[in-house]
Each structure stands twice: as C-alpha cells, then as structure tokens.
C-alpha cells in the first residue's frame, strides 16, 4: 500500500526566508506526487504534480518541488516567503495500481512570521 | 462561479440524527470524491464516482451512503451520526477517474460537529 510522511508538523519562518516542507513516500513503483495547499477555511488547491520526466517540478505561487527516487522523497521548496504563504501543506501520492486514489500525508502548518 | 460547492458549510447535529451533505460542480468532470478530514487535519477518501457510478468505496460504515443522481452531483448521508463523525467532510473533483490530470478541485469543506 502507498503511503505518505511528512515529517514535520509545523514550521515557522520569517518573511523572506526560503521555505523547504519534506515529503516521504512509500511505493513500490513509480508514484505520481502531488502539492496541495489548504488555506485557513478553504478547500485545497494543487501547488504541482510530478509524474514522469524532468525531476523538478515548478508549480504555482512560486513553490518548486524535487523527487528523488534513490530518497523516495518529494521535497517543496520556496526561494523567498512571503506572509500570503502561511497555510497547511499536503504532499500526496497515487497510483493508477492503488486504484487511482490519493494518499495524503498528514500535512504541515506553515506560519511566516513578519 | 464557484467550481465545487458543498452545502451546508457548517452543520451542528445530536448524536442519533441523520444528515446529509451536497455537492455540486460546474467544471464539467467525470468523477467525484468526498474526503475526511479528522481534527489532526489528515484527510482520508472515503468514496469516488465515475459518471455516477461507485467506482472507490473505503473501509466507511454503511451509516454513511453516498449518492450521485448526475455526474455534477455527489451528496452524503450520514445515519445515525456519532461523535467520531465530527470531521470536516471535502468534496472534489476531476476530469477523470485515472489520475493523468493530477489534479482535484476542492470544494471548500464542511464542517459536521456532533453533540
């Protein structure tokens, strides 16, 4: 079965700082990795997948994300935060053999602090 | 417009009641999901519809039955309610059932609490 650690709860950064969230997952073959972000009261909304090719990801808002197969690890990382950023960050991962469902880790809090 | 809309968005129910959750959306997509998301903010699926057919169902009580009349709707009902249901329940969805897309759209949750 898949399944998805994401390692730290929550992290406090300074308006500015560069941001990295970790991402593990657990998958016998290639999985697809997704970033989604839930802002307080809201829904989530995807940040970038990764499904085959070119190892780092761009996606929205400014965030990129790394797989690292040898780390089974699927980091997202942002140069520069800004105060907008502050929210629970969901890594995920799925497979067409799982039944195309979406796993999700347990998310961390991201608080940026002026 | 909004794309994936659920109703109501807060819901405060007695233990023992039977309550239902709606969900709409406009984007045109084959396939609907409805999530828990417990306290400690982990979400788990628990149901998926492909143009109205039941194609994902979790280890979910049978309290809850889901029900998709059209592929734009997929609503909840919960019987019986008990307190370990307080959660809030998303829903979303995508253009189809296979996961090439990658993408879901949430809707922006709701919140069931149970006395």
């Known amino acids: 079965a898949q399944s998805v650690t994401q390692p730290d709860i929550h992290i406090t950064v300074s308006e500015g700082a560069s941001l990295e969230l970790r991402c593990n997952y657990s998958y016998g073959a290639t999985p697809y990795l997704f970033w989604y972000v839930q802002s307080p009261g809201q829904g989530l909304q995807l940040l970038l997948k990764?499904?085959?090719?070119?190892?780092l990801v761009q996606g929205i808002k400014g965030f990129e994300a790394e797989f690292k197969r040898s780390q089974s690890s699927f980091n997202l990382r942002k140069p520069s935060v800004h105060w907008s950023d502050a929210a629970e960050y969901f890594c995920a991962v799925g497979a067409r053999a799982a039944g195309n469902k979406l796993t999700f880790g347990g998310g961390t809090r991201v608080l940026v602090k002026p | 417009d909004t794309a994936v809309s659920q109703t109501p968005k807060y819901l405060v129910t007695q233990m023992g009641n039977d309550k239902s959750i709606k969900c709409e959306q406009n984007?045109?997509?084959?396939?609907m999901y409805w999530y828990k998301q417990d306290s400690k903010k982990f979400l788990k699926i628990m149901f998926s519809?492909?143009?109205?057919?039941?194609?994902i169902n979790e280890t979910v009580p049978n309290r809850f039955s889901p029900k998709s009349p059209d592929k734009a709707h997929l609503n909840l009902h919960i019987n019986s309610l008990e307190l370990g249901d307080s959660a809030v329940y998303f829903c979303?969805?995508?253009?189809?059932?296979?996961?090439?897309?990658?993408?879901?759209?949430f809707g922006e949750g709701s919140r069931l609490t149970v006395l």
């Open positions: 979303a969805s995508s253009q189809e059932a296979g996961l090439l897309t990658g993408e879901l759209f």
């Open positions: 990764y499904f085959s090719g070119d190892t």
């Open positions: 984007l045109g997509h084959d396939t």
């Open positions: 519809y492909n143009n109205k057919e039941l194609i």
